[in-house]
């Protein structure tokens, strides 16, 4: 039988002590672990924004050292012009008042190629240069050589008895007998080459020799001395490095900070970028982009459509917005595109501000979402969303377009001028001409690119994301396991010690 004697004492107040230290360390353990679960599933997607922004930051800014400069100063990105034609098949029966029936002549497709001369950073933050694009034709891409012939439109000549209009009734029959001289007509036999990089125009060449007006020549095209020229003059652009939401956005234009063509300030404004990239980081509530470009004469607004994505790659798709061509009745703000008889019907834009007086319009191809009045006077248009509209998908970290399809149409306005039998007794419309798209799609090796860069930083930072929740989960509990085993011994240590019944 046992004694009080043979029953060790415990001392409880040490026992105690030590058990209290051990779950200090226990909760310690369980706080951690809890912090390192919360982070993983919370703070480390702010870590991976971090993460991307600085990234980002230091790629996108038009200095010397950034990744993206030298690509911005002489893109390697494919680039491809793309020309389709309207040839008039019965000019006998417009001439006489008839509706013009229409063929579309086209692609004629040309690798363009750009590069910026004269590059200099400047002191407050903005970076000046000259943008060359050169065109190469390409025959694989095109329906046949740039020697095809068509009859279209004459602009020259219908340009000069437009502006005859309102001269004296004389001076309009005196003009009439010049262009019969020159073998003037309403429409003229010219290959694509000649269309777009110029022929001798003699009624230009009288005009020149006459009255040389700067930026008329003696031939004519739509693209007449800008193959490997500076015609587009000194751009000159936030380089982003301060500021960096300002990148790529237009300060001037051969020292302009506007365009002085047309009759607002609205409407003179050079807003947003040159197409190549807008600002990182572009917002959801960035409902619309800016481009300015010196052959719209205007800056262009594009709106936001949709999300959607290229090669598994999330973008936003930006299209040229509906109001664009809308007329000032329609589209207040548009007022200041045309005044008086140089106003149009909605889906078309005057240009004679800046075509020296030139009656061509823009538009959508084939009048895309135009007033359905254009369209009735033309035989031979198919409007269609797929080939026809004008639009980008930009990448919204990167602010860059992937995918860009900026299409265009130039038309000329017809009508008949008294004293000018050249014109006949063509009906008032807007012919299409021309119809031009500039096309961009990133190739394989920029999306293996963007993978590496951004897919794999993302990677990195969820596998670091899981270590941490795993980690976290099991500090927890292991601190929580240690505290239960802790608590049962205190417990079975706390009660009585056994002792035997006496008999």
């Known amino acids: 039988m046992g004694t009080k004697a043979d029953i060790p004492e415990v001392d409880y107040e040490k026992k105690s002590s030590r058990c209290c230290t051990s779950t200090r360390s226990c909760i310690l353990l369980i706080i951690f672990g809890t912090v390192g679960i919360i982070s993983g599933a919370v703070v ?54 008839g509706k013009p029936a229409l063929i579309e002549k086209g692609p004629y497709a040309y690798d363009l190629f750009v590069r910026r001369d004269n590059i200099s950073n400047n002191d407050n933050g903005t970076i000046s240069s000259i943008p060359v694009y050169t065109y190469v034709f390409n025959r694989e891409k095109s329906i046949g050589p740039d020697t095809d012939r068509f009859l279209g439109v004459n602009m020259p000549m219908t340009s000069t008895a437009y502006m005859m209009r309102d001269a004296p009734r004389f001076i309009r029959e005196s003009m009439s007998v010049v262009l019969e001289e020159l073998n003037e ?94 600002h990182p980081f572009i917002k959801k509530d960035e409902k619309v982009l800016d481009l300015f470009h010196p052959d719209f004469c205007r800056t262009m607004p594009y709106v936001f459509e949709e999300d959607e994505t290229f090669k598994g790659i999330p973008m936003r798709r930006y299209a ?16 200041g595109f045309c005044k008086d008889d140089t106003c149009a019907p909605n889906g078309i834009q005057r240009m004679d501000p800046c075509r020296f007086g030139s009656p061509m319009g823009m538009s959508n191809p084939h009048f895309l979402y135009a007033d359905p009045s254009l369209s009735e006077e033309i035989i031979g248009l198919n409007p269609d969303e797929e080939k026809h509209k004008n639009y980008f998908l930009l990448e919204p970290y ?61 990677l990195i930072v969820e596998i670091i994301k899981y270590i941490m929740i795993v980690g976290g989960a099991l500090m927890v509990l292991a601190g929580t396991t240690i505290t239960i085993v802790k608590y049962y011994r205190r417990t079975q240590a706390n009660q009585p010690p056994y002792q035997p019944i006496n008999c």
């Open 185 to 278: 007509t309403m429409f003229i036999d010219l290959s694509v080459a000649d269309l777009l990089w110029g022929y001798d125009e003699p009624l230009f060449k009288m005009i020149h020799d006459l009255f040389p007006i700067e930026g008329v020549d003696e031939q004519f095209g739509f693209l007449l001395g800008y193959n490997g020229t500076d015609m587009n003059g000194l751009f000159t652009v936030y380089d982003g490095k301060d500021d960096v939401s300002m990148l790529n956005r237009i300060d001037n234009w051969k020292g302009k900070t506007t365009v002085d063509f047309w009759f607002t300030d609205e409407a003179n404004m050079m807003n947003g970028t040159d197409g190549m990239m807008w």
């Open 320 to 335: 040229l917005s509906p109001y664009a061509y809308a007329n000032g009745s329609t589209y207040p703000p548009n007022e």
């Open 398 to 458: 990167m602010g860059m377009p992937y995918v860009m399809r900026q299409r265009l149409q130039i038309n000329m306005f017809l009508r008949d001028v008294q004293g000018i039998k050249q014109m006949g007794d063509v009906r008032t419309m807007y012919i299409p001409a021309i119809w031009f798209a500039q096309e961009v799609d990133v190739p394989d090796n920029v999306i293996k690119s963007y993978e590496l860069g951004f897919q794999v930083t993302a």
């Open 44 to 97: 480390m997607d702010i870590v991976y924004d971090k993460i991307l922004e600085v990234i980002v930051y230091d790629m996108m800014h038009l200095t010397p050292s950034s990744m993206i400069y030298p690509e911005w100063a002489e893109p390697s990105i494919p680039l491809t012009s793309k020309f389709y034609f309207w040839e008039v098949t019965n000019p006998d029966e417009v001439f006489n008042g």
